[in-house]
Nanobody, 126 residues
Framework: QVQLVESGGGLVQAGGSLRLSCAASGRTFSNYAMGWFRQAPGKEREFVAAISWSGGSGYFADSVKGRFTISRDNAKNTVYLQMNSLKPEDTAVYCC???????????????????WGQGTQVTVSS
């Protein structure tokens, strides 16, 4: 059973920064690509960013490209999402997820992921 616990969310003014963390347990973390998704009230879940199992490649939604970065520390079983230049439209619950299949690259398709955290709220005020 894989467990994912997100942290680092909060309230920030537009233009500010936050760093989200996702701590994983129950699976060989380093073998799996990881993704971040978000869901705003009344909207569908959307892809934000993903990182390959090795950490060698990242993939970003156009809406966050150039503002967000993703990284992972396999020794700590943790993936990070650094969010800079935040905008009110970034307000959402952010969840991390593990890719179903090991040793695969990044994916923006939520159906490629099979374990999800509970999420952390990010609120950006204007």
């Amino acid at each position: 059973q894989v467990q994912l616990v997100e942290s680092g969310g909060g309230l920030v003014q537009a233009g500010g920064s936050l760093r989200l963390s996702c701590a994983a347990s129950g699976r060989t973390f380093s073998n799996y690509a990881m993704g971040w998704f978000r869901q705003a009230p009344g909207k569908e879940r959307e892809f934000v960013a993903a990182i390959s199992w090795s950490g060698g490649s990242g993939y970003f939604a156009d809406s966050v490209k150039g503002r967000f970065t993703i990284s992972r520390d396999n020794a700590k079983n943790t993936v990070y999402l650094q969010m800079n230049s935040l905008k009110p439209e970034d307000t959402a619950v952010y969840c991390c997820a593990t890719r179903k299949t090991p040793f695969r690259g990044t994916s923006a398709d939520q159906y490629d992921y099979d374990n999800w955290g509970q999420g952390t709220q990010v609120t950006v005020s204007s």
